[in-house]
């Protein structure tokens, strides 16, 4: 997704956020439905940890799959978070 420009949505409504085309990291952003709002920061971070365990969680599942029936390698995934963010970005799975 790398160099890709994708909407930021609120988790709770699944619709895009609205702020302004180049925000500043004081600047807020807010879903248009249901009023949830942080500053760019706090959204970016949001979407920073959101990203980070989906792909993370992505990967243990290939590697698992890869090596499920191996008898000389054991793979132990490790516990994942269910953290809920306000922020998110569809990502392609």
Known sequence: MSGQIADVLCSTCNVPIRGPSSPKPTDLLS??????????????ASVKGYS????????QSMLGNAFRGNKSVTFTPTATSSRKYQFIVKLDD
Not at 31 to 44: F, W
Not at 52 to 59: A, I, L, P, S
């Open 31 to 44: 879903c248009p439905k249901c009023g949830v709002s942080g500053t760019h920061t706090e959204v970016m």
């Open 52 to 59: 980070t365990e989906h792909v993370g969680g992505q990967v």
